[in-house]
């Protein structure tokens, strides 16, 4: 099992209140040519919410020991 296959907790958790209570009216998704989504939820009252996930490339890397069958990590960087 690599090291970089654990799963891993949000960093950052954004709480979106003012939608709280509020009624959907319409949901929608979308994607977009550069391979993001979209959710877009219209409420009854006239406002909407959009919400866009684009993708991005993360670098991980790390000097490992195998020991035991495990990995052991020794030093790793662009974490």
Do not use: N, W
Request: charged share 25%; hydrophobic share 40%; glycine share 6%.
């Amino acid at each position: 099992m690599s090291l970089f296959t654990e799963k891993r907790v949000a960093d950052t958790l954004i709480e979106c209140a003012e939608v709280t209570g509020k009624t959907v009216h319409r949901l929608r998704l979308a994607t977009s040519d550069s391979g993001g989504q979209e959710l877009h939820l219209e409420f009854t009252d006239g406002t909407a919410f959009s919400l866009t996930v684009e993708p991005s490339t993360v670098l991980k890397a790390a000097l490992i020991r195998q020991s035991e069958g495990r990995e052991i990590a020794l030093r790793t960087y662009a974490d």
